[in-house]
């Protein structure tokens, strides 16, 4: 266990230290808020670990010696103008006491469940699909010393995830890679505490904490999966485009970047791109007409500035999809990878005409009748607030209903589109955060116009975040039970 926790703390260094210079070079100029600054330094920073991965495979010198390289690596790019790179780090960590003071309560229970999250990233595998393909996929390539045609599937199209897993394979260590994910985990909190703030809501922290404390989002968390990355991209690439300040074009390319990295780990991550795209439309439009109601003559938007922004943003996307295309005939002779007929009980979990038709109901009721399949995970209970959310967007109209639009059309967009074919709720976490951040906002706009419920709202809320961390603490106590020597 001693050689696994000392993998983990190696390629912890490599994430965090590629990460922070990697974050402020793409961002520099952007004007972006802190927690979205801080979301860019573990999704870089696995960037970092993956893309140098990929390349010591190809040149098929994958060993022990991998996770000192990498963390070597990443205490030099840190050492690269270190007080800059330290910042972002520093506001967050100020950020992050500054919530906790002001929600003591829901903020609090969060930490100790994260805690408790990270102690069972030591136990061993035990997920089927982490069994069967995202960690033993890495181990037979680490014992390979390079990249070959795997008989593990899904894994020779798409496989970011597991060639970052592969960097901890190398030492075997499956703590290293449940770590790995866990910081994409975090990656998520904070991405969601930057969009939201960027769509005006005031407790960026209790609203990333309610996106979190979902068993679909969090029970994956502390497992080498790769779902909650693919979210992580699609939010993050959201909140850099709504909150970049200035140089939308630069924003655009970034954004594109990271939903590059989502494809990569998991092709439906392309939907990122619709995602993002709908909402620099939405608010394209919003601001032409802010300007021509404007006294003061502002200039509006130009349609061809939004059709460039649009453009660049596909276009990483676009490279990533064809070059893990390539990648795989490379490898394996075929483009496209044909599982074969799918099994019964993969038949079984195959939504019903029925259900199908029932999904747009879902995320109403989906902390409720999500646990069971085709759904696959249940829904934090706090989206049981959809409905009252979206009548009083709709009956305060102006502000509030353009910021909750910005989130939810998005949101639905994702669950229904990409749900006529996947019903999973896994695969569709970035529109549960959307969601989340969506019946923050006309609750919090509540708040302010009525001042006596302020506290009873919040409580509300409050009791929703806990509710969801008690159902995800029971899958918790059973995998540190797993730690504890019976003998």
Not at 36 to 60: E, Q, Y
């Amino acid at each position: 266990m001693i050689t696994q926790l000392w993998t983990a703390l190696m390629l912890s260094i490599a994430v965090v230290g590629a990460g922070a210079p990697l974050a402020r070079w793409t961002a520099r100029g952007l004007g972006l808020p802190t927690a979205t600054r801080v979301a860019l330094i573990p999704l870089t920073g696995l960037t970092f670990v993956g893309v140098a991965t990929l390349i010591a495979g190809h040149l098929h010198v994958l060993g022990p010696w991998l996770p000192y390289g990498l963390a070597a690596g990443g205490a030099v790019l840190a050492l690269i103008g270190f007080r800059e790179n330290a910042a972002p780090v520093a506001q967050g960590w100020a950020g992050v006491v500054r919530h906790v003071r002001s929600h003591p309560v829901a903020l609090i229970a969060t930490s100790l469940a994260l805690v408790l999250a990270l102690v069972c990233t030591a136990a061993a595998p035990f997920r089927i699909d982490e069994i069967e393909y995202h960690w033993a996929a890495p181990v037979a390539w680490a014992e390979f010393g390079g990249w070959n045609d795997s008989p593990f599937k899904h894994v020779d199209g798409y496989p970011l995830m597991e060639i970052i897993y592969t960097a901890a394979a190398t030492q075997g260590s499956y703590v290293a890679a449940h770590l790995l994910h866990f910081i994409s985990f975090l990656a998520l909190g904070f991405a969601l505490a930057g969009l939201a703030g960027s769509l005006g809501v005031r407790g960026t922290g209790v609203t990333a904490a309610a996106g979190l404390a979902m068993p679909v989002v969090w029970d994956s968390s502390y497992v080498a999966y790769n779902d909650v990355p693919v979210a992580a991209t699609t939010i993050a690439a959201a909140a850099v485009v709504m909150g970049s300040r200035k140089r939308r074009v630069q924003a655009a390319w970034l954004a594109g970047g990271l939903i590059a990295v989502g494809v990569s780990i998991k092709p439906n991550g392309i939907v990122g791109v619709g995602v993002v795209g709908l909402m620099m439309l939405m608010r394209y439009f919003f601001e032409r007409r802010d300007a021509a109601a404007s006294a003061a003559g502002t200039p509006a938007p130009r349609f061809s500035s939004l059709v460039r922004e649009g453009l660049v943003l596909i276009v990483l996307p676009l490279a990533a999809l064809a070059f893990w295309l390539v990648r795989r005939y490379a490898i394996t002779g075929v483009f496209l990878a044909a599982d074969g007929t799918p099994s019964g009980e993969a038949l079984a979990r195959l939504p019903s005409p029925l259900q199908q038709a029932l999904a747009p109901l879902l995320p109403f009721a989906g902390s409720i009748i999500g646990g069971s399949e085709p759904w696959g995970g249940r829904l934090g209970v706090v989206l049981l607030l959809l409905i009252p959310a979206i009548a009083y967007a709709i009956w305060r109209r102006g502000d509030v209903l353009r910021r909750f639009s910005l989130a939810i059309v998005p949101a639905f967009a994702h669950w229904i589109v990409l749900g006529l074919r996947i019903v999973r709720t896994r695969f569709h976490i970035a529109a549960w955060g959307l969601m989340v951040i969506a019946v923050r906002i006309p609750l919090e706009d509540a708040m302010v116009r009525r001042p006596r419920l302020r506290f009873w709202l919040e409580a509300g809320w409050t009791l929703c975040i806990l509710v969801g961390l008690a159902d995800v603490s029971i899958e918790m106590v059973k995998r540190i039970a797993t730690l504890i020597p019976l003998g």
